[in-house]
T-cell receptor, first 111, second 119 residues
Framework: LAKTTQPISMDSYEGQEVNITCSHNNIATNDYITWYQQFPSQGPRFIIQGYKTKVTNEVASLFIPADRKSSTLSLPRVSLSDTAVYYCLVGYGGSQGNLIFGKGTKLSVKP | GAGVSQSPRYKVAKRGQDVALRCDPISGHVSLFWYQQALGQGPEFLTYFQNEAQLDKSGLPSDRFFAERPEGSVSTLKIQRTQQEDSAVYLC?????????????????FGPGTRLTVL
């Protein structure tokens, strides 16, 4: 499965837009790109998933260039409650099941 | 709610004890996954079930770890003769397919985890 590389940590302030970029040079044709969010003492929570171009939902946008070797999670106008660890994953995650999480990006939002 | 539940939430065991961790997946979800998360690390895959069939157990760290899902719903992760290095959070997830406009993806729903501390 493709490995991912993302920053260990990021700092931001309330109200700012935060962009977290993930590299996945060895992504396979059938792989999706998925982002999960994890708060302390909770399990990861699905944020957004995409295959190509741009995907937007009520909490985030996901930008995927044509070569799909990277992706960017965009969080608009973050608040203190967005402080969490964000994981970028590639894979299908269905029949195989073995999603590889990595260490994620610890986002700290300050007032 | 109708999410994934796990019990117990916290478990303290003496080294050498056997423990059993329970996962109740979302009703109707065919797929069920177990992950192990050490402090400060991302979750690591342990094993995967589709209904009652264990299709992948490549992530189980040793033969002391055993998982079952006999009726295709509730699953139990058992750790025999616990060691201190088994201390971690054990996460369970159940999965479902997501229909996007052009392709079908997949989403895993995680429970809150069981924090196991082996003394």
């Amino acid at each position: 499965l493709a490995k991912t590389t993302q920053p260990i940590s990021m700092d931001s302030y309330e109200g700012q837009e935060v962009n977290i970029t993930c590299s996945h040079n060895n992504i396979a044709t059938n792989d999706y790109i998925t982002w999960y969010q994890q708060f302390p003492s909770q399990g990861p929570r699905f944020i957004i998933q995409g295959y190509k171009t741009k995907v937007t939902n009520e909490v985030a946008s996901l930008f995927i260039p044509a070569d799909r070797k990277s992706s960017t999670l965009s969080l608009p106008r973050v608040s203190l409650s967005d402080t969490a660890v964000y994981y970028c994953l590639v894979g299908y995650g269905g029949s195989q099941g073995n999603l590889i999480f990595g260490k994620g990006t610890k986002l700290s939002v300050k007032p | 709610g109708a999410g994934v539940s796990q019990s117990p939430r916290y478990k303290v065991a003496k080294r050498g004890q056997d423990v059993a961790l329970r996962c109740d997946p979302i009703s109707g979800h065919v797929s069920l996954f177990w992950y192990q998360q050490a402090l400060g690390q991302g979750p690591e895959f342990l094993t995967y079930f589709q209904n009652e069939a264990q299709l992948d157990k490549s992530g189980l760290p040793s033969d002391r770890f055993f998982a079952e899902r006999p009726e295709g719903s509730v699953s139990t992760l058992k750790i025999q003769r616990t060691q201190q290095e088994d201390s971690a959070v054990y996460l369970c997830a159940s999965g479902s397919r997501r229909s996007n406009r052009d392709r079908v993806g997949y989403e895993q729903f995680f429970g809150p985890g069981t924090r196991l501390t082996v003394l």
